[in-house]
């Protein structure tokens, strides 16, 4: 099973490649401006996420998928990394299934030469590792 963190994670990757989600009973697609804010998601991604994520709304998936948000957060998927680009896809956990990432429609990717698609990073934590390792290197020097 999809944990809610690895969908809402898929989520967050493919909108920063410009990949909107359709809210098939409005007819609609969104796609927030900012999905990243510093350490943690942006406040307009967290309000998609809790819309998309809401069975009350419907029917939802990324542009060029056919699973829908609420099949992903059942037991029956799973997310794990495409063979080709390295962003995260559905993956059934029992059963069949065609084996499409959604970047099969982005005509520039994988593309090695723009920033990959990434989680927040807390920069405090970041910074006190490397800090940690720098003080156990000086003191074992």
Known sequence: MASP???????AYWFQLQKPVIIARQNKAILPNRV???DRYSLEFERCWDLISDPATGDCYVQGTFQTIQQLLS???????????????PIIDIGAQESSCVCNDLDNWPND???????????????SNIRRRLNRTSQSS
Do not use: F, N
């Open 5 to 11: 963190h690895a969908v809402k994670k898929y989520l």
């Open 36 to 38: 990243i804010m510093g």
């Open 113 to 127: 030469q723009l920033p990959s698609p990434r989680e927040p990073v807390d920069d405090s934590q970041a910074l």
């Open 75 to 89: 037991s029956k998927w799973d997310i794990s990394d495409c063979a080709r680009c390295s962003m995260p896809v």
